[in-house]
């Protein structure tokens, strides 16, 4: 009697630990449901060739920036008699992917300081035309880091894109507009690259 209790008693153990782990491995997998996958790592395939970043850089920080992009209506500089709105000062919050702000855009020159100090301005070398009129054209820019250390030390390119807004320039802008002033929002994706 007493080896068929034991028996007993060892198959109602073995039961309830096999009962335990299965339930834990239900709420385990129930808890990693809840929890968001790794951001995909950042792809230039879809981009015009003129504005992808040349082999041997990898992205350093990727971030959302909201902002206001403020004109002025000057004479063009490089063509007698012709007027037109030029950017004079951009202003911008950028946030990472868990959407905590980052960074500060601001110019000129285009500047980007990071919450950690360091920075980086940029110099345009190409843009890529965004399809819609009031949206900014597609950017890429070269790094010149400053010399504090952070995130931004070490950037070598910053492309701008998936922008919106930014460019409604359909006010007229002639000599008699001249010093007239246009301030328009504008968001865009702001990708910090270094050497890898």
């Not at 996958?37 to 850089?57: C, H």
């Not at 000062?89 to 950028?94: E, G, K, T, Y």
């Not at 301005?121 to 054209?137: D, E, H, K």
Request: proline share 6%.
């Amino acid at each position: 009697m007493k080896s068929t209790h034991n028996t007993l008693w060892a198959y109602s153990k073995s039961a309830a630990v096999t009962v335990a782990m299965v339930t834990g491995t239900a709420v385990l997998m129930a808890a990693c449901a809840g929890v968001k996958p790794p951001p995909k790592e950042y792809t230039q395939e879809r981009l015009d060739d003129q504005i992808q970043v040349p082999p041997g850089n990898v992205v350093a920080l990727e971030t959302t920036a909201t902002g206001l992009l403020n004109y002025e209506c000057k004479a063009n500089a490089t063509t007698a008699g012709s007027y037109g709105w030029v950017l004079v000062s951009p202003r911008a919050d950028l946030l990472d992917r868990t959407g905590k702000q980052v960074a500060k855009y601001a110019g000129p020159p285009a500047t980007w300081t990071h919450i950690d100090g360091s920075s980086v301005v940029g110099q345009q070398l190409a843009i890529a035309p965004r399809p819609g009129a009031t949206n900014l054209a597609y950017q890429l820019s070269k790094g010149s880091p400053g010399s504090a250390a952070g995130v931004l030390q070490n950037v070598t390119y910053i492309q701008r894109i998936k922008t919106k807004g930014g460019q409604d320039l359909s006010k007229t802008c002639t000599q008699t507009d001249m010093g007239d002033k246009l301030t328009l929002p504008y968001q865009a994706d702001y990708v910090f690259w270094k050497a890898a």
